[in-house]
Nanobody, 120 residues
Framework: QVQLVESGGGLVQSGGSLGLSCAASGQIFTILTMGWYRQAAGKQRELVATITSGGITNYADSVKGRFTISGDNAKNTVYLQMNSLKPEDTAVYYC??????????????WGQGALVTVSS
């Protein structure tokens, strides 16, 4: 079994910063991509940022220049540094990992979610 354990998040004022981390553990042969998605109340889950094992990043237009995703392949961990936060960034942030097991089976897992609340 593979688990994704998220940490970070919380309450911050508009313009502030927060960080999230997500560590994957279990029967992982190789991680392909890790990333962050978010879901605000009453809205669909949306991409925030992803990073491949090779370090290629992708960001939603709404967070470009404010958020930075990074990864540590040795620790199977992904980080999200969020700066210049806005009230519209308020959401539950979910970690996502796509990886292959030792049998080369493709697997996708989600973290439990971390609440980020930005007050105006």
């Amino acid at each position: 079994q593979v688990q994704l354990v998220e940490s970070g998040g919380g309450l911050v004022q508009s313009g502030g910063s927060l960080g999230l981390s997500c560590a994957a553990s279990g029967q992982i042969f190789t991680i392909l991509t890790m990333g962050w998605y978010r879901q605000a109340a009453g809205k669909q889950r949306e991409l925030v940022a992803t990073i491949t094992s090779g370090g290629i990043t992708n960001y939603a237009d709404s967070v470009k220049g404010r958020f930075t995703i990074s990864g540590d392949n040795a620790k199977n961990t992904v980080y999200l540094q969020m700066n210049s936060l806005k009230p519209e960034d308020t959401a539950v942030y979910y970690c996502n990992a796509e990886f292959r097991t030792s049998t080369m089976t493709f697997v996708e897992r989600w973290g439990q979610g971390a609440l980020v609340t930005v007050s105006s």
